[in-house]
């Protein structure tokens, strides 16, 4: 049996502009179900592009995802710093640094991910 990529190519198909060979007259070819389905396939420049596409709407999700945990980060933090004797001083002073430091942060990832 052929793969479905290779019958193709067996078939004398024009593949993304490609010439490919094709099978001499006396070699049958089986017919399948696949076979009866029209193959409709993109360009090779056309798949790079929606891959890339794709690519790209998950780097922005991801950054959106960060900007939330940011946030998230910078409110514990501050709760953690005006929590009191309840924290040591250096978790409150770390967190208190972070309380003031992470919302900056954010401000500049969400610039940065506007112009992209």
Known sequence: MVPPVSKEVALGQVIDGD??????????????????????????????????????????????EFEVLID??????????DGGEVYSIGAREICRRLSDELPRTLQTLQVISKKN
């Open 19 to 64: 010439k490919v060979m094709s099978l001499p007259a006396h070699v049958s070819h089986k017919s399948t179900a696949m076979d009866e389905v029209p193959v409709v396939r993109e360009s090779r420049t056309a798949r790079v592009r929606r891959l890339q596409e794709e690519a790209r709407a998950l780097a922005r999700e991801q950054i959106s």
């Open 72 to 81: 998230a980060t910078a409110k514990m933090a501050l709760e953690i710093a």
